[in-house]
């Protein structure tokens, strides 16, 4: 019989998996439907060319912690460094959690274990403190297992909801929680820049090192600047100044000639939504004053201007 929604999979791991693991691992038909059914599933719900999914059961012996894994490639390419979206199974197989969560091999490498976790520990602190999803638990209270990787797992997961296996909820709702991370998952990425600049890290980490040069690889959505330069423009070019479109705020008044040029560009909508080949025109981009614009972003679903208008004024 074939597998063609969420709870069918997550049954059918439930149910083998253990007795699976007293068996050779090498071309066994669970490990390989856990590879493959993930992608044909998953990708019937959800969509992206940024998007790639893959499951695992292990890398040449069983591992103790199944999982299946969304990743957007703008941020990472696989489950060792970066933050993604992973459903994963508790060792007892009791349990599946669906997480927005983050690689740890990699981190480990570069940093050692005490470090590294403080850092993993430091960005979940920081993107719960910045960012609200509702429905998922925002601590540390997830149960995998007692070492191992389920253990680092726990430690680097930022948000999650939890199931029980042995009473899964119906295949709608597992399926509107997937797309609602995801959702979250990929406008976090776009937004996340923004939003985490002035966090304070060494309150969560200690004293860290800075100015070290690293090389680091970092992927964003490309944008086309030349669309909010011409909206700068015409907003000269009708009223000689540029004003936040909320608060009316000028930057030119209270910084001087220092700042006679500068206001920030917002997509009426968002890029996030966006696919190759949508063409954004100046009427699309509001200016708006630096705290107007971090508002509008502070917290998903984020603002339309009509909205952030009501609540100034």
């Not at 979940?124 to 960012?131: F, G, H, K």
Request: a neutral charge; one cysteine or more; charged letters at 25%.
């Amino acid at each position: 019989m074939s597998i063609t929604t969420l709870k069918e999979l997550f049954l059918k791991i439930k149910n083998e998996y253990l007795p699976a693991k007293q068996q050779p691992f090498t071309n066994h038909p669970l490990a390989q439907l856990i590879r493959d059914s993930p992608g044909q599933i998953i990708s019937q719900i959800i969509s992206g060319e940024d998007l790639t999914i893959k499951g695992s059961a292990g890398m040449g012996n069983w591992s103790s912690i199944p999982w299946i894994a969304i990743f957007n490639k703008n941020e990472t390419d696989g489950a060792q460094e970066g933050v993604y979206v992973c459903y994963l199974f508790s060792e007892n197989l009791n349990k599946v959690y669906l997480t927005l969560n983050q690689g740890v091999t990699k981190p480990i490498e570069a940093d050692g274990r005490r470090l590294a976790f403080q850092k993993l520990k430091a960005k979940a602190i920081d993107v719960r403190t910045n960012y609200s999803l509702q429905g998922f638990s925002a601590d540390d209270n997830i149960q995998l297992a007692s070492s191992g990787m389920g253990s680092n797992y726990e430690k680097a997961t930022i948000f999650y909801k939890e199931y029980n296996l042995s009473s899964l909820p119906d295949e709608v709702e597992l399926v509107n929680d997937l797309k609602k991370i995801v959702f979250f998952y990929n406008n976090y990425l776009l937004d996340s820049n923004v939003l985490t600049a002035g966090t304070d890290f060494q309150s969560y980490v200690g004293e860290v090192e800075e100015g070290k040069r690293i090389r680091k690889k970092h992927y964003v959505r490309e944008r086309n600047p030349k669309v909010i330069k011409e909206a700068k423009r015409i907003a000269l070019e009708r009223t000689g100044i540029l004003k936040c479109e909320v608060c009316e705020f000028i930057f030119k008044n209270h910084y001087g000639e220092r700042a006679i040029d500068f206001i920030e560009g917002h997509h009426k909508k968002a890029v996030s939504e966006m696919v190759e080949g949508n063409t954004t025109s100046p009427e699309d981009i509001a200016l708006l004053c630096s705290n107007c614009h971090r508002v509008i972003h502070l917290k998903m679903p984020w603002l339309s201007l009509e909205e952030l208008r009501t609540i100034y004024h």
